[in-house]
């Protein structure tokens, strides 16, 4: 199976869109930050990831003021990997393999006028850090430090939160309790491989 090149933008465009974005969406978050290859200063990012604690909104129809700010975007929904869209519970966007695309804890969007890809991430106001970590990257960082949790006998969790040896919960409000529960110095995200 041959692996499809992922297209890329520049950077200062990309962060662009970004800013753009956050300001956007900021009033509908307690927390929003730019994650990712961007956050790492990639020259050449294939995506913006945003990170975000929504403020609350509708308990009933399970909506956060997030959700309504993204529809009110320059964003439209991603189409799943064969170029359709495939609808699933309460409407939500899904990809074939039956995850979510659009749900509570991400959405995965374009952005009309750039063409980039919005991936939108929620967490917790006690577990930001580790989900900011996480986010940031890359994918070969990730994998050393969840590897080096798993040593300590901890467990990182992609949308935050680490669970200690004991099983319990340790919040990561910030990065820097992440870098204490791994034993590691701050590294910043440029310098993160």
Not at 143 to 153: D, E, H, I, W
Request: glycine share 8%; aromatic share 8%.
């Amino acid at each position: 199976m041959e692996s499809v090149a992922k297209v890329r933008f520049p950077l200062a465009k990309a962060e662009h869109v970004a800013n753009e974005l956050r300001d956007l969406l900021e009033s509908a978050c307690i927390r929003i930050a730019i994650a990712g290859s961007i956050r790492r200063q990639r020259p050449d990012p294939a995506d913006i990831e945003l990170l975000c604690v929504p403020k609350p909104c509708n308990e009933i129809l399970y909506t956060d003021a997030l959700d309504e700010a993204v529809m009110g975007a320059p964003l439209d929904m991603r189409p799943n990997v064969k170029g359709r869209f495939t609808y699933g519970p309460l409407n939500k966007l899904m990809v074939v393999k039956g995850r979510f695309t659009y749900g509570p804890l991400n959405k995965l969007m374009v952005h009309r006028a750039s063409g980039i890809p919005v991936d939108i991430f929620s967490t917790s106001v006690g577990n930001w850090g580790m989900s900011l970590m996480v986010r940031t990257g890359p994918k070969e960082w990730n994998v050393r430090f969840m590897a080096r949790l798993l040593a300590q006998g901890m467990k990182g969790h992609a949308y935050g939160g680490i669970t200690s040896a004991t099983g319990q919960e340790i919040e990561c409000p910030d990065e820097d309790a992440v870098f204490r529960a791994l034993g590691w110095p701050y590294t910043p995200p440029e310098q993160r491989k």
